[in-house]
């Protein structure tokens, strides 16, 4: 069912839909990692509560504009592993980056960590305003 989701998801299915990625196996009960749609993407943010919204992008491209309250952690960094294993773990990370191509992997290297992610799907400009 998730696996229809997200092919779904991948070929345009409904903004609401969930893409739930198919290696969702942490270990952790709580920590999931789900690819979603910029609108789901919005709706679970506001939703959530301890959520932390991260942009992985370089602080470049961070400084010429992000989504307001996102915090700048760059995935490409080589200290990105040493900031990732400080944060708090009972929080929920909303990841995102210019294409969805680099927060997809952040996202897929803390969820192996124990954390609780979500990519935006598409990257920044798939958040709706």
Same mark, same amino acid.
């Given at each position: 069912m998730a696996w229809n989701n997200f092919l779904k998801n991948?070929?345009?299915?409904?903004?609401?839909?969930?893409?739930?990625?198919?290696?969702?196996?942490s270990g952790s009960q709580s920590a999931r990692y789900e690819n979603l749609s910029g609108r789901a993407f919005k709706k679970q943010l506001a939703e959530t509560a301890n959520a932390v919204l991260m942009d992985v992008r370089t602080? *470049?491209?961070? !400084?010429?504009?992000?989504?307001?309250?996102?915090?700048?952690v760059d995935f490409l960094s080589s200290g990105f592993s040493q900031k990732v294993g400080q944060l708090d773990k009972n929080a929920t990370y909303f990841l995102f980056c210019r294409s969805g191509s680099r927060s997809?992997?952040?996202?897929?290297?803390?969820?192996?960590?124990?954390?609780?992610?979500?990519?935006?799907? *598409?990257?920044? !400009?798939?958040?709706?305003?």
């Open positions: 991948l070929f345009n299915g409904d903004e609401n839909e969930v893409a739930v990625s198919p290696d969702n196996n602080y *470049g491209e961070f !400084s010429n504009g992000t989504i307001p309250g996102s915090r700048n997809a992997q952040a996202c897929k290297t803390m969820h192996q960590q124990g954390f609780d992610v979500r990519n935006l799907s *598409g990257g920044i !400009s798939e958040f709706p305003s």
